[in-house]
């Protein structure tokens, strides 16, 4: 990446994403949506057993211009028990989404809101993988929006000696994140945020 002053306005081009690099959008007009999700594990997909794994919470915080415009949360209901080591991850019982809303009743909520926008998560291909296939079972179109993730986004700005981890707990430390990542999709969102700005 070539050298910038404080004062120069990074597009994505810059980022040098074929991706983004058509249009050449100032970054400060950009929306971004910053997505986390918590699962019941981490197969997205049906294996030969047939079994898939399911989201069980959505978080997401819409920013513009280093503001943020917008949050979304809410638990979804996985249709299936929460194994044990899960909820000592997160602390998300079978008995708190036990009334929440299915995947099918939350997903064309969260792709309204986040219409329009780049999605960015942490590790997006875990995340934007989840999203995708539940649309897929849900039989709802999948809007292919661009994607930014800021663990390969962290890997081309800061060197292995600068960040030897780039899980988000560790860059949320190095970065100065405001928020802590908890294993909670909201609280995980607004940190991804932070580590997004710092990068």
Do not use: Y
Not at 95 to 115: H, K
Not at 117 to 137: E, K, P, S, Y
């Amino acid at each position: 990446m070539a050298p910038f002053s404080t004062d120069e306005q990074l597009s994505f081009g810059d980022l040098d994403s074929a991706q983004f690099a058509a249009a050449e959008p100032s970054l400060r007009e950009v929306t971004f949506v910053v997505v986390d999700l918590e699962t019941t594990g981490g197969r997205a997909k049906a294996g030969p057993d047939g079994h898939h794994d399911a989201i069980t919470e959505i978080g997401a915080v819409k920013v513009r211009g280093g503001e943020v415009i917008g949050a979304f949360a809410t638990r979804v209901d996985p249709g299936r028990a929460i194994p044990p080591q899960i909820v000592q991850l997160t602390g998300i019982t079978t008995a708190m989404v036990r009334d929440a809303p299915t995947i099918d009743a939350v997903l064309p909520m969260f792709l309204e809101f986040a219409r329009g926008a780049v999605l960015v998560a942490h590790n997006a291909g875990f995340d934007i993988g989840f999203l995708r296939a539940a649309a897929q079972r849900s039989d709802i179109a999948w809007p292919s929006p661009p994607v930014l993730c800021t663990v390969r986004l962290a890997r081309r700005v800061l060197s292995r000696d600068e960040a030897p981890s780039v899980r988000l707990s560790a860059l949320a430390r190095l970065l100065g994140s405001a928020t802590e990542p908890t294993h909670r999709a909201l609280d995980d969102a607004r940190a991804t945020v932070d580590v997004l700005h710092a990068l």
